[in-house]
């Protein structure tokens, strides 16, 4: 039962700098077996783009519609799923990893924000060590770090506010922390302070961009719903074309 999971996990260690974990983010069935048959290894949904294809904004969505979405990406595909499911829904630690793997999820990003607003680090923790307890190792957990986009903008020195928090959800058995947004020249100190792998916000720019990230720390790549933003772009051109715009 937790053999998915860890061959998922094995996938974030022992690469090498160049070669970073590439994970693409399905929006759908369709564009998860789009990834698959590309050759990409693993799959990451992302929320924002989940939501967008079901006709929500980001943040949004249903818990139940967002695990069905979630469910049948993971169904359609057989390379492994990890799943951003926001801050949890409210959901309780056991309650959040049972739906998971009903979703038939090997992984999941939590945020440590709820409505904009940071989350105290030390509580976050608690929770991400109640998720570990409840999952043991069917799960594998991806800590997203929000000082970037909602830290306190008093505050002079967000790595080292990021480090306290990445450090912390490490300890409280996170296999992965998402300092998200973290601008590029800060990805060296973010990555040499943690002892789990790094997960670094790309662009869908080809394997230089990705390989440039690997280089900096990051030992895993995703890119949010800015696939599922360029699938749209496509689907407009294509309408205006028929409109003989």
Do not use: K
Request: charged letters at 20%; aromatic letters at 4%; proline letters at 8%.
């Amino acid at each position: 039962m937790n053999e998915p999971a860890s061959a998922f996990r094995a996938l974030h260690h022992g690469r090498p700098p160049i070669d970073p974990l590439v994970l693409p983010g399905p929006w759908d069935a369709t564009s998860a077996r789009v990834f698959e048959d590309a050759g990409f290894s693993a799959l990451a949904t992302p929320s924002a783009g989940v939501a967008a294809s079901l006709g929500y904004a980001d943040g949004q969505t249903p818990a139940a519609e967002m695990f069905a979405a979630v469910s049948r990406i993971a169904r359609a595909v057989s390379v492994p799923v990890s799943a951003d499911v926001e801050a949890g829904y409210g959901l309780a630690p056991d309650e959040l990893v049972e739906r998971l793997l009903e979703a038939g999820v090997v992984g999941c990003n939590l945020e440590d924000s709820a409505e904009g607003v940071l989350v105290d680090p030390r509580r976050q923790a608690d929770r991400l060590a109640e998720v570990r307890a409840a999952a043991g190792d069917r799960l594998f957990v991806n800590a997203r770090v929000d000082t970037y986009i909602h830290g306190d903008p008093a505050v002079t020195d967000v790595v080292a506010e990021t480090i306290v928090r990445a450090r912390l959800y490490a300890e409280a058995g996170a296999d992965c922390v998402y300092p998200i947004m973290a601008p590029t020249g800060d990805l060296p100190r973010l990555a040499a302070a943690v002892a789990v792998p790094l997960n670094a916000l790309g662009t869908p720019d080809g394997p230089s961009a990705t390989r440039r990230l690997g280089e900096l720390g990051a030992a895993r790549i995703t890119f949010g719903p800015q696939l599922q933003r360029r699938a749209t772009d496509a689907v407009r051109e294509l309408a205006g074309r028929l409109l003989g715009h």
